[in-house]
């Protein structure tokens, strides 16, 4: 009986999950949590050990209203039992952060140079959004061009291999084996087992074919970033 009562949605084990699951989510550590819940850093692990019955109302209620301050939304019911939406990060709220760290940061720097850490924040952005589960490249030639120039920020988030027949025809970042990164229109070879990654540009001479085996990661194009300003 007991360990039917530790078990179900609103146990202290399945509180202690999700407990868990919202830390990771806020990338915060048990001290932060504690302190956000109002507690001692024992009493939390106690929470999340599944112990003392778990998390209790008062304190859910009072860590759900704090974590809306690091850009958390939650529910203290999906805290407690379980029910209503999954804990989701607040992007209004990461923008305006960003933006107000960036406006203290650049107060000092040149146009260059502030353009340079608006584009780095405005990539982090994204791969954080996606769970950096991304690519990245500066493109470095002309072999894409006119879409895309030399210096451009690109980025993609990863497919897996069984969904490269999906791609074909986009634009993507691909890492090989050897941990060369490119940027390439996939096509289908005619050979089986084999991928032709052609570039946009007719007068390049980067065509390239490789083994599907010989691509670790590949990632179609969704952000792309080209400066304003050019440095000196």
């Not at 052609?198 to 400066?227: F, G, V, Y």
Request: charged share 25%.
């Amino acid at each position: 009986m007991n360990c039917m009562k530790k078990t179900y949605l609103g146990g202290s084990i399945a509180k202690s999950k999700r407990l868990m699951q919202l830390r990771k989510l806020a990338k915060l550590s048990r001290m932060d949590i504690a302190q956000l819940a109002g507690v001692s850093v024992s009493t939390y692990r106690g929470w999340e050990g599944a112990r003392f019955g778990g998390i209790p109302i008062k304190r859910a209620v009072l860590l759900a209203d704090a974590l809306k301050t690091e850009g958390i939304n939650v529910s203290s019911n999906w805290l407690m039992h379980g029910t209503e939406e999954t804990p989701k990060k607040i992007i209004y709220y990461q923008a305006t952060q960003l933006q107000k760290a960036l406006t203290d940061s650049t107060k000092q720097q040149s146009p260059e140079a502030t353009e340079q850490l608006y584009i780095k924040a405005e990539l982090e952005f994204f791969c954080n959004n996606n769970n950096w589960k991304t690519i990245s490249l500066i493109v470095p030639n002309d072999a894409m061009e006119p879409c895309f120039l030399e210096g451009d920020l690109v980025a993609g988030i990863q497919v897996p291999h069984k969904d490269f027949s999906k791609i074909i025809g986009l634009n993507c970042i691909i890492r090989t084996k050897n941990n060369k990164i490119l940027l390439r229109q996939i096509q289908k070879s005619n050979i089986e087992e084999w991928v032709v990654l052609s570039c946009l540009n007719p007068n390049t001479k980067h065509q390239l074919i490789l083994r599907e085996e010989e691509i670790i990661d590949i990632a179609p194009i969704s952000w792309l970033r080209r400066k304003n300003l050019l440095s000196n």
